[in-house]
């Protein structure tokens, strides 16, 4: 069974920096799309980022340019570096991974407020 435990989550200031990691039990992540999603309070939840087995990302327009993701295939884990923070990035960001099914993480809190 496959766990997703995301950690890095926290209150940043605007124009400030977080990375969350996420990490995976199971054998199966090298060959997983892996990403993030983000929901805010009364909104519903949406795609920031993901990366691909072979590396390859894709990223929600109203982050790209300031939101990095990465994976590290030897830690089976998956990194979201977030620069430039702006309010509106505040959201429950949750972890997910796809192989053969969709398995979600808890979830970790980022408040982005002066």
């Known amino acids: 069974q496959v766990q997703l435990v995301e950690s890095g989550g926290g209150l940043a200031q605007p124009g400030g920096s977080l990375r969350l990691s996420c990490a995976a039990s199971g054998s199966s992540f090298s060959s997983a799309a892996m990403g993030w999603y983000h929901q805010a309070p009364g909104k519903e939840r949406e795609l920031v980022a993901v990366?691909?087995?072979?590396?390859?990302?894709n990223y929600a327009g109203s982050v790209k340019g300031r939101f990095t993701i990465s994976r590290d295939n030897a830690k089976n884990t998956v990194y979201l570096q977030m620069n430039s923070l702006k309010p509106e990035d505040t959201a429950v960001y949750s972890c997910y991974m796809n192989y053969l099914r969709a398995y979600w993480g808890q979830g970790t809190q980022v408040i982005v407020s002066s």
């Open positions: 990366i691909y087995s072979g590396g390859m990302t």
